[in-house]
């Protein structure tokens, strides 16, 4: 069974910009969610879903926003990008929610000059 | 609210050394407890698991015991390799949702 598949693994960006990240969960896991990975702050939840519906979100300002499309695929979308959000991107699924294993995707390195 | 905290290192061992990495957590209720380990350019991998007070999670000679009057989830082997250099985390999740809390990671380095 494939794992947990994310595009672009990495991309630069400049500050102002937009980008949307990918996430494909393995196969019949219905909950995504996703974390962002810095050297500062650790690792951080952003928000999850599960059923196309978002059922938490992390202390993040409102240019992080996320969806999940009815095949369970996800995508992160961050505007107005700040050098701050350079950072690794993680993206996790899991068959169902509460407290069940999640398995990560590699991940999407982000840079913002 | 929740939290973990972790001994984050770096730490620097040798080849077969006995190897723990202490984690304590601040929840109400019951978390079920995790540790995630992330090799050099990789995401992370769940390295073992528990549920519930006194259960233990073992994988790849790795154990860790959910002990709930200490608030502790230790995790230990008894003999390390060069192989198990990376770095782990420690983490819970609760109340019916897929929020991972995670402490600040522990860098391991193993030499042969």
């Known amino acids: 069974k494939a794992g947990v598949t994310q595009t672009p693994r990495y991309l630069i960006k400049t500050r102002g910009q937009q980008v949307t990240l990918s996430c494909s969960p393995i196969s019949g896991h219905r909950s995504v969610s996703w974390y962002q990975q810095t050297p500062g702050q650790g690792l951080q939840f952003l928000f999850e879903y599960f059923s196309e519906t978002q059922r938490n979100k992390g202390n993040f300002p409102g240019r992080f926003s996320g969806r999940q499309f009815s095949n369970s695929r996800s995508e992160m979308n961050v505007s107005t990008l700040e050098l701050g959000d350079s950072a690794l991107y993680l993206c996790a699924s899991s068959l169902k929610v509460g407290g069940d294993e999640q398995y990560f995707g590699p991940g999407t390195r982000l840079t913002v000059t | 609210g929740n939290s973990v905290t972790q001994m984050e290192g770096p730490v620097t061992l040798s080849e077969e050394a006995f190897l723990t990495i202490n984690c304590t957590y601040t929840?109400?209720?019951?978390?079920?407890l995790f540790w995630y380990v992330q090799y050099p350019g990789e995401g992370l991998q769940l390295l073992l698991k528990a549920t519930k007070a006194d259960d233990k999670g073992s994988n790849k000679g790795f154990e860790a015991t959910y002990r709930k009057e200490t608030t502790s989830f230790h995790l230990e082997k008894g003999s390390v390799q060069v192989s198990d250099s990376a770095v782990y985390f420690c983490?819970?999740?609760?109340?019916?949702?897929?929020?991972?809390?995670f402490g600040k990671g522990m860098k391991l380095t193993v030499n042969p």
């Open positions: 983490a819970l999740v609760q109340g019916g949702s897929e929020k991972l809390v």
């Open positions: 929840a109400t209720g019951y978390p079920s």
